[in-house]
């Protein structure tokens, strides 16, 4: 269905090729899954297929890509619409109506079908993708997650032949990415549809690939095979992957079940130790720990020798260890900064938006140095929450105060020393054509030293210039450009909406390792987040909300363990027990 022969995509000034020699064919009726560290050109390979790439973004093109024996070099992305479906990692960028039933039936009426067609597909794809009751919202009104499947159902409508899809999962809570994944099988499996999707989060789409792509550097040709085949040699697997080789399985298992099915004896092993799971900074009646105790215990690593995401592509130890000097340096809050007790506080919250009631209730108190997860499906408040702590957003009901401030009565000048809000999308923070201007506009709205927030980004984005353009950086470099800018302020309150959309397993080890050693200075980190993992890896506590109210609240390994929806990929394998992290289980196995 698709055919690539000897395709390189050059962009300019770039001296080499994004992605060179790929050779390969992806079969009609697939589900094949493009996997690769962040940066080798996924997203570049993906635009061949439909066409915008070199059409809509530039660069120059050789090779030749076929899709049902169109040349996508000759025939330009509108001549390809009636044979590929596309969404792209924004979906923002994909809307072209207001409303969620006039965009799911705007690509049929660009093809000309007759309405009573169009009217069932509508239907059709309503009851799919769990949109039923969104079919009258506005688009703008909707949260990421409904947003993003809004965008997949636009371009399900038509019955393409292909489907092209970057990172579909990314914005979705677990559920609503499973009903994803299982239209996607159905397609596959009872229409023939040919599905050809890039995805950082492997631990959710792996198990469902017939196929896998690797790209395994910039530049270097693809190696393409059965998934069981690939994760042995891919740098980038997820966690029930990494179990594997660390317990010895041959085969690897690429789901749960198949885990569960021989972790019989690793759970044996582990019967006799008591996982260890990372301290808030004032759990014991408001006693801070010592440097020594805050490093080694929230960091979650004594030896120095785990990597700190539990996946075995992070950066060795020296180099970790002079990357965490590096940011306790520039994360230590001042010796005259006085410490409360607590730094936000939310008491029977509420907030009305329109005729959605998005929050109900809420109570939260969050210590210094406590790091919390608010997890929840897709539209249950969580955005709406962090909007509320940061001034964006004033509350129909209840109080909240940050810093002893109330945020939307506070001048932003002034707030911004409180609290600091990375939203979903990092570019809504830059508008800068630099990086340095960038940095000294940061400096000037938070009143500090010029350099400070360089200093940062150096830390963070170690090689990147100055001169280069904020729209020219990758996913996780925005994000962690849009870090920088938010922390020169130095709040005490950091707040994290979808922290690690776009982002690999090393560039979110290396999110982890800042958030950490800033949880380690006594910031208190609030993150909004569909990731399991990375609320395993790093959080105290686990809020989760459902209709705008607060469900549970808890220790983390207390609150996941027994969630099938939030439970991460190790807690799956060794339940009951309360492993957590693939480190986790290596620190006791060592």
């Known amino acids: 269905m698709i055919r690539f022969e000897n395709v390189s995509v050059t962009y300019d000034p770039a001296p080499e090729p994004t992605v060179r020699g790929v050779e390969l064919t992806v079969p009609e009726g697939e589900l094949v899954l493009l996997v690769g560290p962040s940066g080798v050109g996924k997203s570049t390979l993906l635009g061949t297929v439909s066409g915008l790439v070199p059409h809509f973004t530039g660069g120059t093109l050789?090779?030749?890509?076929?899709?049902?024996?169109?040349?996508?070099?000759?025939?330009?992305?509108?001549?390809?619409?009636?044979?590929?479906?596309?969404?792209?990692?924004?979906?923002?960028?994909?809307?072209?109506?207001d409303t969620v039933e006039d965009e799911l039936a705007y690509g049929m009426e660009s093809l000309g079908l007759a309405p009573a067609v169009m009217r069932?597909?509508?239907?059709?794809?309503?009851?799919?993708?769990?949109?039923?009751?969104?079919?009258?919202?506005?688009?703008?009104?909707?949260?990421?997650?409904?947003q993003q499947r809004v965008a997949i159902g636009s371009v399900l409508t038509p019955h393409p032949k292909v489907l092209v899809l970057d990172e579909p999962t990314s914005a979705l809570d677990p559920a609503a990415a499973e009903d994803v994944l299982s239209v996607l099988q159905r397609l596959v499996h009872d229409l023939g549809t040919t599905v050809l999707l890039a995805e950082h989060r492997l631990e959710r789409v792996v198990q469902y690939a017939d196929q896998v792509i690797l790209l395994p550097a910039p530049g270097a040709p693809p190696l393409m095979g059965t998934p069981a085949d690939i994760m042995r040699i891919s740098p980038v697997h997820p966690p029930v992957v990494a179990l594997g080789h660390l317990a010895g399985w041959d085969p690897l298992p690429l789901s749960v079940r198949d885990a569960?099915?021989?972790?019989?004896?690793?759970?044996?092993?582990?019967?006799a130790h008591t996982p260890r799971h990372p301290r808030a900074a004032r759990t014991d009646g408001g006693r801070t720990p010592t440097a020594k105790e805050s490093r080694a215990e929230r960091l979650g690593d004594t030896d120095g020798t785990h990597s700190p995401a539990g996946h075995p592509h992070a950066p060795e130890a020296e180099p970790r260890a002079a990357f965490r000097r590096t940011l306790a340096a520039l994360f230590r809050r001042s010796p005259d900064t006085p410490g409360a007790p607590t730094v936000t506080?939310?008491?029977?919250?509420?907030?009305?938006?329109?005729?959605?009631?998005?929050?109900?209730?809420?109570d939260l108190t969050v210590a210094p140095g406590e790091t919390i997860a608010l997890m929840g499906r897709n539209g249950a408040g969580k955005s709406t929450l962090l909007g509320t702590l940061v001034g964006m957003i004033e509350p129909t009901t209840g109080s909240v105060t940050v810093g002893g401030r109330t945020p939307h009565r506070t001048p932003p000048r002034e707030l911004v020393r409180e609290v600091g809000l990375v939203p979903q999308e990092p570019r809504d923070l830059l508008y800068a054509d630099t990086v340095a201007a960038e940095c000294a506009a940061a400096d000037q709205d938070a009143g500090a030293a010029p350099g400070s927030c360089r200093a940062l980004v150096s830390a963070l984005l170690p090689g990147v210039a100055d001169d280069t353009h904020p729209r020219d950086l990758s996913e996780g470099q925005r994000l962690a450009l849009a870090l920088a800018i938010v922390l020169t302020g130095r709040p005490p309150l950091?707040?994290?909406?979808?922290?690690?959309?776009g982002l690999d397993y090393a560039a979110?080890?290396?999110?982890?390792?800042?958030?950490?050693?800033?949880?380690?200075?006594?910031?208190?980190?609030?993150?909004?987040?569909?990731?399991?993992?990375?609320?395993?890896?790093?959080?105290?506590?686990?809020?989760?909300?459902?209709?705008?109210?607060?469900?549970?609240?808890g220790p983390t390994a207390e609150v996941v363990v027994s969630s099938p929806a939030f439970a991460p990929q190790v807690a799956k394998v060794l339940a009951p027990q309360h492993w957590l992290t693939v480190p986790q289980v290596r620190e006791a196995l060592s």
């Open 260 to 271: 569960r099915r021989r972790a019989a004896p690793l759970r044996d092993r582990l019967a």
């Open 494 to 501: 950091l707040l994290l909406d979808e922290p690690t959309r």
């Open 345 to 362: 506080t939310a008491s029977a919250l509420g907030v009305r938006r329109g005729r959605v009631e998005a929050l109900r209730r809420v």
């Open 508 to 553: 979110k080890a290396r999110l982890v390792e800042v958030l950490r050693a800033l949880a380690a200075e006594g910031h208190a980190i609030v993150l909004a987040t569909h990731d399991v993992e990375l609320a395993a890896e790093l959080a105290h506590r686990v809020v989760i909300l459902a209709g705008g109210e607060v469900v549970a609240d």
């Open 120 to 146: 069932r597909r509508v239907e059709e794809t309503l009851d799919l993708l769990g949109l039923a009751e969104l079919r009258d919202r506005p688009i703008a009104t909707l949260s990421g997650g409904q």
């Open 62 to 97: 050789r090779g030749r890509v076929t899709v049902d024996g169109r040349d996508t070099r000759t025939h330009k992305p509108r001549e390809l619409a009636d044979l590929v479906g596309t969404v792209g990692q924004d979906p923002l960028a994909h809307f072209v109506t």
